[in-house]
């Protein structure tokens, strides 16, 4: 899901895009108790979050929320690290019944950060895949919406023009 919001997004956005997985911070990430806890290379992809102009979040829902080691990594910034900046909230599903989750749990955790979350969220189900690829109709259409409005944010010179069709 966040790849194809990458893609999406650097066909609009003059950026460089770098993709987190939570594997990627290593095996310490449950153990830490603040970010000097990381190694090194964990605290340089942290300090790149930070460092970004705008964040593309998404999780898998497990019974209604986002999952346990993803909310560690978030506890372990500051209140004012995310402050003003530009988030796109998404989330996967084993189905539609999980989609409020996007809403009623990510949206308030990043607006206690005063992140500028986008207004339009993005749930998808697994039935929106196929061999891993987003294929579902509804579900990119809703995504590309949510990239745009990102790719709003931007100023005209780091936007990419793109011929009309």
Same mark, same amino acid.
Request: glycine fraction near 6%; hydrophobic fraction near 50%.
């Given at each position: 899901? $966040?790849?194809?919001?990458?893609d999406l997004a650097s066909e609009r956005v003059e950026a460089n895009f770098r993709l987190f997985e939570l594997a990627d911070f290593g095996d310490d990430l449950g153990r830490a108790r603040r970010i000097g806890d990381l190694p090194p290379e964990a605290q340089a992809k942290v300090a790149a979050l ?29 209140? &004012? ?64 919406? &949510? $990239? ?11 936007? $990419? ?5």
């Amino acid at each position: 899901l $966040v790849q194809t919001a990458l893609d999406l997004a650097s066909e609009r956005v003059e950026a460089n895009f770098r993709l987190f997985e939570l594997a990627d911070f290593g095996d310490d990430l449950g153990r830490a108790r603040r970010i000097g806890d990381l190694p090194p290379e964990a605290q340089a992809k942290v300090a790149a979050l930070l460092a970004a102009d705008a964040l593309i979040v998404a999780s898998p829902i497990y019974k209604a929320s986002y999952t346990g080691l993803f909310k560690h990594l978030i506890d372990l910034l500051g209140p &004012a690290s995310l402050k003003r900046k530009p988030v796109l909230i998404a989330a996967t599903g084993g189905g539609e019944k999980h989609a409020l989750a996007v809403e009623h749990q990510l949206r308030p955790l990043f607006a206690f950060f005063e992140a500028r979350v986008l207004s339009t969220a993005v749930h998808v189900s697994d039935k929106d895949f196929t061999d891993g690829a987003l294929t579902g109709e509804a579900s990119l259409a809703r995504l590309t919406g &949510a $990239v745009d409005e990102l790719a709003d944010i931007f100023p005209a010179h780091r936007r $990419v023009l793109r011929a009309a069709e």
